[in-house]
């Protein structure tokens, strides 16, 4: 009832300002909208980097595969994630059989280097490295384990690809690891019903 008295009161503003001349009656309608809008939202958003490879060889040599992105985290970011996967079917079996001689084979090795560590010969801030099947696993960091400045995402793996007459003996090694960071953007008054979101990071910096 508050709510239909105000638009009414509000209308009867609008009519009696477009009554006025010149700029005046503008400036009195630009007031009164602006001073109707919402606040600003500030929401937390994601953003995920990542990898997703499935090995295709059908041969006896396996497949060399390798890739890395920059990821920029500013001082906004509040919490890091890291999922990691791999599949290497059989690979149990392959190594009672034949031993861990497979591991040079068929492996992925994935990193995350904080700016700067790498090139100075440092120790990477997350790794795992799966010679088999690696269930998946989600890694979280806070806020304090982060440091501003562009961080070396990157994989080198192996693997087999097999394509078989017959459908079971058929084989894949795959794999796939993201980086997720969380950061807040904001949202002003005439976008709340849209997605757009500009990030907090942005305006500081403008």
């Known amino acids: 009832m508050a ?77 890091l994630v890291i999922n990691f996967r791999a599949q290497f079917p059989y690979s149990s079996l392959v190594d009672e059989l034949v031993g861990n001689e497979t591991n040079q084979y068929r492996y992925v090795h994935a990193m995350l280097w904080k700016p700067g560590v790498k090139e100075s010969g440092g120790e990477p801030f997350w790794e795992v490295r799966a010679t088999q099947d690696f269930p998946q696993q989600r890694f979280t960091f806070p806020q ?42 904001v949202v002003f008054a005439e976008s709340h019903e849209s997605d757009d979101c500009t990030p907090l990071s942005d305006l500081q910096s403008s």
């Open 3 to 79: 709510s239909n008295r105000m638009l009414g009161l509000g209308l009867s503003i609008l009519m009696i300002s477009a009554t006025l001349t010149g700029c005046l009656g503008l400036a009195f309608q630009r007031e009164f909208m602006e001073s109707m809008r919402d606040d600003p939202v500030v929401r937390l958003t994601e953003e995920t980097y990542g990898f997703d490879y499935t090995f295709e060889s059908n041969s006896i040599e396996s497949v060399y595969h390798t890739d890395n992105i920059i990821i920029e985290f500013d001082s906004s970011v509040s919490q």
């Open 144 to 185: 304090s384990d982060l440091i501003f400045g562009n961080w070396l995402f990157e994989v080198e793996a192996r693997g087999y690809g097999i394509t078989a007459p017959i459908d079971q003996a058929s084989f894949y090694d795959s794999f796939d690891t993201y980086v997720t960071i969380t950061k807040p953007c």
